[in-house]
């Protein structure tokens, strides 16, 4: 961790701005995505959602909001919408998004058990009889 820490930070990127976040379940049980939109200020702009590096789970794990140009910008404001799978990468309560000018925190259920899953299971299998 320090190695990583100790590099250089990259000029191409920058956190910007979002609208507007919520999580989403998944297809399968105890899984979620993320979905955030807003405008990004260069058409060309590559907009990524990049989760911080944790060494314990954190209450809420911070997931920046990512805009890199790749050569010359074209300043167009332009919609952008990103998502996520959010499968390790969840705080004991949930995820913080972090943009440019602002934060916000989304609770996620806690991470079902094996019996609660087992549970689940057996009842889709006697609704599919």
């Keep these: 961790m320090k190695e990583f820490s100790a590099l250089p930070k990259a000029e191409s990127g920058r956190l ?8 989403r379940p998944g297809f399968l ?10 405008m990004k200020p260069f058409a060309n702009m590559q907009v990524d959602l990049m989760p ?6 954190p209450d809420y794990w ?14 167009v404001l332009m919609p952008y919408t990103v998502s996520l799978p ?6 004991i309560y949930g995820v913080e998004i972090v943009g440019a000018t602002r934060r916000k925190r989304l ?5 079902t058990t094996k019996d609660d899953m087992s549970e689940t299971f057996s009842d889709y299998a006697i609704a599919q009889k």
Excluded: H, S, W
């Design 29 to 38: 049980p105890d899984t979620y995505i993320l979905i955030v939109t807003g």
């Design 62 to 75: 911070e997931i920046e909001v990512v805009g890199c140009l790749r050569g010359i910008g074209l300043p």
């Design 52 to 57: 911080l590096i944790y060494i314990r789970q």
């Design 107 to 111: 609770d996620i259920p806690p991470v």
């Design 16 to 23: 910007i701005d979002f609208a507007k976040c919520e999580v």
């Design 86 to 91: 959010l499968d390790g990468v969840r705080g």
